[in-house]
Every structure is written in C-alpha cells, then in structure tokens.
C-alpha cells in the first residue's frame, strides 16, 4: 500500500507536469525523516503522520517555485538529470541532518498488538498502513471525480491550452499538485517507517519500484497506480517467498510484457 | 505527443574545435602520465575509460536523440563478459575485449529493436527499467559473483615486445590509445552522411522520414554503436580495477555519465571527453576535502542543467569567438 502512496504522487506529477520526477524516493525519505524528528520531540506518532506530509508538501512547493517552474519547458533528458541532482542533495542532507545511523519508530500502543483476521494473527499496524492506503485512495478519487478543483486539474491534464483559454489558472493546480504529489511521499515515508526504519539509502529502494509501478499503471492514471503497485506488489513478495532467486527479474519482466502489449500502460491514455 | 517537445539540443556542428580540444585534452592527460605519479597514472586511465563510457552517451544522445538511463548495463555486459572470457575460459585479455564489443553490440541491437519505438521519457524509463534489471540479476547470480563481485582479473600481456602492462604507465596509455581510437571513430562516423542523417533525424525526425530516411533503423545503428562503445569501456575498466562489482551496473552510473555530457556539451564528443575528466577529478577532490560533497556535486549538477546549455563546450566556443574577433581588429 505504500508503494500505491507514493506511486499516486508520482503519476499525478507526471500526469500534470511530464516530467518524472526522480526525486521522489528522496522526498520519501524525508518524510521519514521529518516524522522521525517530529515522534523524538513529541513522542506522538499521531502528530507525526499529519506533520510530516504537510512539511513534505512544503519542500514540495518550495522545490517548484524554485527549480521544477523553470524547466517545464526544457527537454526531457535536462528534466530528469535535474531532479538526479537532487537525489543527491536529499540524500546528503539527511545525513547532515540526521547521522548515518538508522533510526526506528514505533508505532503507537493501540496498533501494536496482533489483530486476528481469518483465523490468521495479522500485526494490526499493517492493517492500519493498508486502511491509509484505501482511504487515501478513496479521497483522491473524490477529491479528482466529484469536485470542481478535481474537474479543473482534469481539465488541465487533458489539455492544458484549452484550460488556460477557459480561465482555469493551471500554474497554481500545477503548484498545488505537485505539492501534494511530494505530500503523498512523506506520507508514504511516514507510515511506512515502523515498519521498516529510516534510513539513508531507503529512497533508492523503492524509487525503481515506484517508477515500474507508474510505468505498468499508464503515467498519469491513478487507476493504474492502484492497479500496477497491487500487481507490482503481489508479485514482489510472492515472488521473495517462492522462487527468491528470480524474484527481482520477474517484476522487471511483468513490466517489459505490460509495455510490449500495451505501450502506454495498463491505463494509459 | 507532439514531435517538437521531446527534440534534444546538441552543441552546434564544429569538427575544427572538436579536434583541438581533443589535442589539448590528451596532451594534457600525456603530461599529466609522464610527471605524475602512481596514483595519477591510474587516475587518468579511468578518466581515459570513463570517458570512452561519456563518449558513448554522448554519441546516442546527440546523433540518436536518446537519453538512456539504463546504459551501466553494457558497461556491466563488457565488464562481465571480459571477465567470462578471461576467467572461464581463458582467452587473452585484448582478444577479451574485442569479443565483449561484438556482445555490447549484439545486445544492443536485440534490446534497440524493442525499444527505439518508444520516445522520450517513455525510452529514460524503460531503459532504466532493464538496466535496473540487469544489475538485479548480476546481483543475486552466483555464476556471476553475486553482490561481492569477482576478482583477479589479468590485463593483456604484450611482455614479449618487452613492455608490462602491470605498470600504471603503460596501462594508462593503452586507455588512452583506446580512448583516441573511438574518440576518431565516432567522429568519422559524424562526420559521414550516416552521421549527418542522424542529426537530422535528432532534429526533425518527421522531416527525415518524409525525405526517405528510415528513422527507425537509425535510430537501432546508434544505439548499437553506442552500446558497443559502453562494453569496451566496461571491458577496460574490469582490466585496470582488477576485480568487478555490481556497483559498476547502477542506474546512478548512467545517469552520473549523463551529467558528464551535459558538462562537456551534448554532441561535441571531445565535450564528453572533457565533461568526464571535469566530473571526475570534481568528485574526487570534494571528497577528500569534505564529507558531504555529494551535496555540492548535486547542487553544481542542478546549476549545469539550468544555465550551461551548450556546456563547458558552449564556453569554449564563445571564448575562442571573442579571441579570433580581437585578432581581426589588430
């Protein structure tokens, strides 16, 4: 599930903006990070996970007013060496910030005992990292379907000429999503950080991931992010238990079989 | 999408500055080998095979107009089926590389085939995708060494004409013959009516099929040259180092070599040259000076890609301008 947190925020930037943002594991970290700080000072974990994304959606914002504005219209190879650089910048600061070492968080009393579903004990906290993911899936569907906002930023997907000649400012959804797209990484950081750490290096091991999810999915589509990260999910961990040897190779081949049969997708439009 | 958006800029078409700036560059690396010392030496054989890797980059990123993010993988192919050849079965060092050419190019071709339809940030993706793919299996294969790599691999041995290639000294200059060596090829190949096909297939693909060009073959020619070029450059790197790992096949080495181009100037090919010796001896001295250099390096990589458009290459060529301008006032 919290490969489709941060598989959403990856395809919504790229549905707007085309431009693939390799930075996004990075911001994913310091998510991490961020609610790391902020569970050592308060000991919530509660004021954590709503702190965390909206700093992660500040930096956001703050990264496009100062970088991703200007290259929107530079080719793609510039666009992607750009947000490379940042990986670099992300990674080194949270190691200025924060050491080498690895931190953990652990979750909140409530969520960390056994619940018993089906017969089989389930640790409940992993249930509540699943509940995130299908609440956050849900509001993102209102949020995108059912409002004005969400039919503008549609709009604005679709044909961005067009939206702009209907009045819709599409500079500052552009803003706003893209804030909200690195949001959904912190997020993603956040909730995920009891179950495996933080540490320096864990953007890198999901950013592939991240970005085979949105290829499979169709860039741009949320369905697909569904869709593709419970697919790329699935086939990632069944894979770990029953043939561990080939397990990384496999979902590399359900993405070259997805692309070959449907190049743009498994929603692309 | 519309054609316009994904056209790559490369540095204009200037063979007289390309072919100084490659003088001045090996004249420089020369001396650097003659009056340096142990440390120096190798350290300018890697330049020499890092730059072999940029040139490569370089060559399908400008004359293919494709950015691949995926291309550690034939630096890998190279590296490890030198490694194959010399190890398992015992075929000499330089006979090694040459056959790990023909496979970068094979695999090239194979892989090309499938992927050159794609365009853009679909093509970065997908190769990133099976590079990343590549660098899995090398890294939990055990034929292969799995995540610690294989050591003890030897160097060609032309001690028969009384030289040893042991020493640093000669080993950087072999890089560097080979360096020059396909720094000349890929200019003739620029240079020839493939080559200029293939900036006008850079420029306006659309344009070049309307006149009779096939895009699409082109398109496979120049990445299988430049995946050729990829493997030699692996090939010579597991001779130097003498042991391979994984490592040399992360995405990051590709996109490492990507910001060496943009450096040197897309296109300029002794750019590349120049971008990687610059990057390199960047990263290296940072890092002995400071902890978090990789900040620094990020925060120059974002300033390149924001203002350099031409690159050092760009400098240059403005430089060299205002200099021939002075003189003809005189």
């Known amino acids: 599930m919290t490969l489709f947190l941060l598989s959403a925020g990856l395809t919504i930037i790229f549905g707007l903006m085309k431009i693939v943002n390799l930075a996004h594991g990075s911001l994913y970290m310091i998510g991490a990070y961020i609610g790391l700080s902020i569970w050592t000072i308060s000991t919530s974990f509660w004021l954590a996970l709503i702190l965390a994304p909206l700093f992660t959606a500040l930096i956001g914002y703050l990264l496009y007013q100062v970088l991703f504005r200007h290259i929107q219209i530079a080719d793609p190879m510039r666009q992607v060496l750009l947000t490379f650089g940042l990986i670099y910048i992300g990674l080194d600061s949270v190691r200025l910030f924060w050491g080498t070492m690895s931190h953990s968080i652990s979750a909140p009393n409530i969520l960390s005992n056994s619940i018993i579903v089906l017969g089989e004990s389930y640790p409940s906290y992993r249930l509540f990292v699943i509940f995130i993911g299908i609440l956050i899936a849900a509001l993102l569907y209102i949020f995108l379907e059912k409002t004005k906002i969400g039919a503008k930023v549609r709009a604005s997907v679709d044909d961005p000429e067009m939206a702009k000649l209907l009045r819709i400012d599409t500079d500052k959804i552009l803003i706003y999503m893209f804030a909200l797209g690195c949001g959904l990484a912190g997020l993603a950081g956040i909730t995920v950080a009891p179950i495996l750490g933080v540490e320096p290096g864990m953007d890198m091991e999901v950013l592939v991931l991240t970005l085979i999810v949105v290829v499979v999915g169709g860039p741009g589509s949320l369905k697909g992010a569904l869709i593709g990260s419970l697919l790329i999910g699935f086939v990632d961990s069944y894979g770990k238990v029953y043939i561990p040897e080939i397990a990384q190779i496999i979902i590399y081949a359900v993405m070259a079989v997805t692309l070959l049969l449907k190049p743009n997708g498994l929603y692309g439009r | ?330």
């Open chain 2, 1 to 330: 999408m519309d054609y316009m958006e994904d056209k790559m800029k490369a540095v204009n078409y200037n063979p007289r500055l390309r072919l100084h700036l490659f003088i001045v560059l090996v004249v420089s690396a020369l001396i650097s080998i003659f009056f340096g010392g142990y440390f120096t030496r190798f350290f300018i054989a890697e330049i020499a095979i890092l730059s072999i890797f940029a040139m490569s980059l370089d060559f399908l990123a400008a004359r293919g107009g494709l950015v691949s993010l995926g291309h550690a993988m034939f630096l890998g192919i190279g590296a490890y089926s030198t490694t194959i050849f010399i190890l398992n079965l015992g075929i000499s060092p330089f006979i090694a590389t040459i056959l790990s050419l023909l496979i970068g190019c094979f695999i090239g071709l194979l892989i090309s085939y499938f992927i050159v339809v794609l365009n853009g940030i679909f093509f970065i993706m997908v190769t990133l995708a099976l590079g990343e793919m590549f660098h899995a299996w090398v890294f939990t294969s055990e034929l292969l060494g799995g995540s610690d790599g294989i050591s003890g691999i030897i160097r060609p041995d032309i001690s028969f004409m009384g030289i040893d290639m042991n020493d640093p000294f000669i080993f950087a200059i072999y890089s560097l013959l080979w360096m020059s060596l396909i720094y000349f090829i890929l200019s003739r190949i620029t240079d020839s009516p493939l080559g200029r096909n293939l900036d006008a297939l850079r420029q306006n693909h659309m344009r070049l099929s309307a006149i009779g060009g096939y895009a699409k073959v082109y398109k496979i020619i120049a990445f299988t040259i430049s995946s050729g070029v990829a493997s030699i450059a692996g090939s010579l790197y597991v001779q130097l180092n003498g042991f391979i790992s994984p490592e040399l096949t992360h995405w990051t080495v590709s996109g490492e070599g990507l910001i060496m181009i943009i450096v040197g100037g897309i296109g300029s090919i002794s750019g590349a040259i120049l971008g990687a010796s610059v990057v390199y001896i960047l990263q290296h001295e940072l890092s002995n000076f400071i902890s978090w250099w990789m900040l620094i390096v990020g925060l120059l990589f974002i300033l390149v890609v924001l203002f350099m458009q031409d690159g050092l290459w760009g400098l240059i060529e403005k430089l060299r301008l205002r200099l021939l301008k002075g003189k003809n006032k005189i």
